[in-house]
């Protein structure tokens, strides 16, 4: 389906960050106005990104969204919005022992991964996205053969098999009693495909990574944010 999701009955857009809202030089001017209207529309924003809550919140805040925020790829849940505590959903101690035997077994691979596992919780992200394949293949043979390995282009997340956008959405779904099928989701990865194929509609702003566009209802003409962009002029025009 390529078209703009019509209907009056879309309560949420969730968001991906990296890629979809921000890119390297940050966030583009007519961003942050867009997404300010959708909000003046009604329509709830939320966020959910493999980053760590504390590098999601000051996101948040800096939108000024009334949504809830899922960081590291659904295994952290937090709806301060709504004065739900914080959720984790897994121990990610196992993923960061991991982390560091695939070190004995990858030369060069760095077991310090990238410098927000400092404040990570539930998974253990690395550097080292060319050996993506290597380090799926070993942990096959290890003492860990149930945690799963998910590229998101900028780093290489080990976590339970389990977790993913979609586990992290569900809970904060629940919390707030509301439908997936009335929520569009956005994103650009692998990351994000249990999220679109949760959610009511979704559209994919890059088709770099292999199944992310076949997974989404809608694809953009412009990749990264300029394609967020394109999408939230079109469904803000469709709307009006």
Known sequence: MEKIPEGDDWEMIVFDIDGTLLDLDGF???????????ENMGIVVSLASGRTLPNVTPIQQALAVSGFVIGENGGM????????????????????DAAKWLATQIDGLDPEGIETNRWRETEWCLLDTENYEKMKDAL????????????????????EKELNKASGLKVAFEQRGIDPKKVIAIGDASNDIPMFEMCGFAVAVNDEFEGVKEAA???????????????LQQFIMSRK
């Open 140 to 159: 096959k043979e290890s003492q860990w053969p149930d945690l799963q390995v998910v590229p998101t282009g900028f780093a290489v997340h080990i976590t």
């Open 217 to 231: 209802d809608y694809s953009t003409k412009n990749k990264g944010t300029l394609g967020t962009i394109e999408f």
């Open 77 to 96: 849940v937090w709806d301060s919005k709504e004065g739900f505590p914080i959720r984790c959903l897994a121990d990610g101690s196992r993923a960061r």
């Open 28 to 38: 583009q001017p007519e961003l942050i106005p867009l997404v300010r209207e959708i």
